[in-house]
């Protein structure tokens, strides 16, 4: 298992840009699959992006194009690069980590709160 712990969460204004991290209190090298979602209330937790041990990167199709994910491996840290912000993109997001087999886990988060103004 590892802990994660979010930050960079901020009210930010429609158009602009802001950058999540994740910090992970182990490894990351082995982790599978790590990845960053969010949650509005009422609705249920949705997948934003994902990144691959080996680099390989998933996006929702509301966000392509504008958000991009990176994991840097040495600082045990996932990133959430979001531009061009939309108010619709408010949120809480977690950090998520899975890892696969029998030592396998699925670690969240406790988020931290994305804010747009229109």
């Known amino acids: 298992q590892v802990q994660l712990v979010e930050s960079g969460g901020d009210l930010v204004q429609a158009g602009g840009s802001l950058r999540l991290s994740c910090k992970a209190s182990?490894?990351?090298?082995?982790?599978?699959?790590m990845g960053w979602y969010r949650q509005t209330p009422g609705k249920q937790r949705e997948l934003v992006a994902t990144?691959?041990?080996?680099?390989?990167?998933n996006y929702a199709d509301s966000v392509k194009g504008r958000f991009t994910i990176s994991r840097d491996n040495a600082k045990n840290t996932v990133y959430l690069q979001m531009n061009s912000l939309k108010p619709e993109d408010a949120a809480v997001y977690y950090c998520?980590?899975?890892?696969?087999?029998?030592?396998?886990?699925?670690?969240w988060g406790q988020g931290t709160q994305v804010t747009v103004s229109s």
């Open positions: 998520n980590a899975y890892k696969s087999g029998y030592h396998g886990f699925n670690s």
């Open positions: 182990g490894s990351i090298f082995s982790i599978d699959f």
């Open positions: 990144i691959t041990s080996g680099g390989r990167t």
